[in-house]
């Protein structure tokens, strides 16, 4: 099972149905459990575009190697974001 698919099943809320939005919870080990997976897509997104852009760039002396703009990886974080902010009980364990 990809880690898309992994995280999909991680992040299925309760049936639109039987409980109003704002009821719609998951429990505390789902919530850590979605973060992390979120932070190893991104991390590994952030690892493969690095080691791409080293194998291009032409090494500056005394420059930090700045990676281009990802949006994916930008959007990995604004689900984090999203998904810890639903629970402002639990941002310590969360992030």
Same mark, same amino acid.
């Given at each position: ?6 995280l999909c099943g991680l992040l299925h809320f309760c049936d639109h149905d039987t409980n ?14 979605? /973060?992390? #997976?979120?932070? +190893?897509?991104?991390? =590994?997104?952030?690892?493969?575009? $690095?080691? /791409?852009? #080293?194998?291009? +760039?032409?090494?500056? =002396?005394?420059?930090?190697?700045? $990676? ?7 959007f990995l974080l604004e689900i984090m974001v999203s998904v810890t902010s639903q629970a ?8």
């Open positions: 099972m990809s880690s898309t698919a992994r109003p939005p704002s009821d719609r919870q998951l429990e505390l080990e789902a919530l850590v459990a979605a /973060i992390r #997976a979120l932070e +190893a897509l991104a991390h =590994e997104r952030t690892v493969a575009k $690095l080691q /791409i852009h #080293a194998e291009d +760039a032409i090494p500056i =002396e005394d420059q930090p190697t700045q $990676l281009p703009y990802d949006p994916a990886s930008v402002p009980l639990h941002i310590e364990e969360l992030w």
